[in-house]
T-cell receptor
Framework: GNSVTQMEGPVTLSEEAFLTINCTYT??????LFWYVQYPGEGLQLLLK?????DKGSNKGFEATYRKETTSFHLEKGSVQVSDSAVYFC????????????FGGGTRLMVKP | NAGVTQTPKFRVLKTGQSMTLLCAQD?????MYWYRQDPGMGLRLIHY???????AKGEVPDGYNVSRLKKQNFLLGLESAAPSQTSVYFC???????????FGDGTRLSIL
């Protein structure tokens, strides 16, 4: 079956530090890959996506590259801010399953001033 | 600019009680979804709907029922609540199968 594995948190960083949150997946074929962000007390928001190998999704300074050879979609940001504190979810959508998403367990990021 | 609205936001039930969670969207989306979120497990799909009058089972449908009588509303029912159903429930909607899902703010449900 399909699955998504994320690094366990929490990840605690100082402001302006470099961020990496690892995500690897298992799926047949060529799924689409997503990062969602959940701020405290809110629902999930789509942060970025990539639909084919070597695509790079980017938004709000965050980036992730679809790596087919390593089945990975790691999230990066060069300089985090306190306002980036949230829970980040990696997810995949198989290419033959409509809009059925499979989520990873989430990684909590805490950024200290 | 409401988007996806879930009611209630919090609820405490006793084992065996029933209740209905309401999800309403004002974006004219065809697809609607109910997820539950448990610590360390991400979101898991309970049921979904691809249009008014249709519903389908997701990954964890047991103990839940749903109805989509109107396009804008998707109801999630618990007929006989169990402590294992203590969770945060999220509703989402999307315009089509390949379009991004928009999420509500969640309902925190505790079963004692």
């Amino acid at each position: 079956g399909n699955s998504v594995t994320q690094m366990e948190g929490p990840v605690t960083l100082s402001e302006e530090a470099f961020l990496t949150i690892n995500c690897t997946y298992t799926a047949t074929g060529y799924p689409s890959l997503f990062w969602y962000v959940q701020y405290p007390g809110e629902g999930l928001q789509l942060l970025l996506k990539a639909t084919k190998a070597d695509d790079k999704g980017s938004n709000k300074g965050f980036e992730a590259t679809y790596r087919k050879e390593t089945t990975s979609f790691h999230l990066e940001k060069g300089s985090v801010q306190v306002s980036d504190s949230a829970v980040y979810f990696c997810a995949l959508r198989p290419n033959n399953a409509g809009n059925m998403l499979t989520f990873g367990g989430g990684t909590r990021l805490m950024v200290k001033p | 600019n409401a988007g996806v609205t879930q009611t209630p936001k919090f609820r405490v039930l006793k084992t065996g009680q029933s209740m209905t969670l309401l999800c309403a969207q004002d974006m004219n989306h065809e697809y609607m979804y109910w997820y539950r979120q448990d610590p360390g497990m991400g979101l898991r799909l309970i049921h979904y709907s691809v249009g008014e009058g249709t519903t389908a089972k997701g990954e964890v449908p047991d103990g839940y029922n749903v109805s989509r009588l109107k396009k804008q509303n998707f109801l999630l029912g618990l007929e006989s609540a169990a402590p294992s159903q203590t969770s945060v429930y999220f509703c989402a909607s999307s315009y089509g199968s390949q379009q991004p899902q928009h999420f509500g703010d969640g309902t925190r449900l505790s079963i004692l």
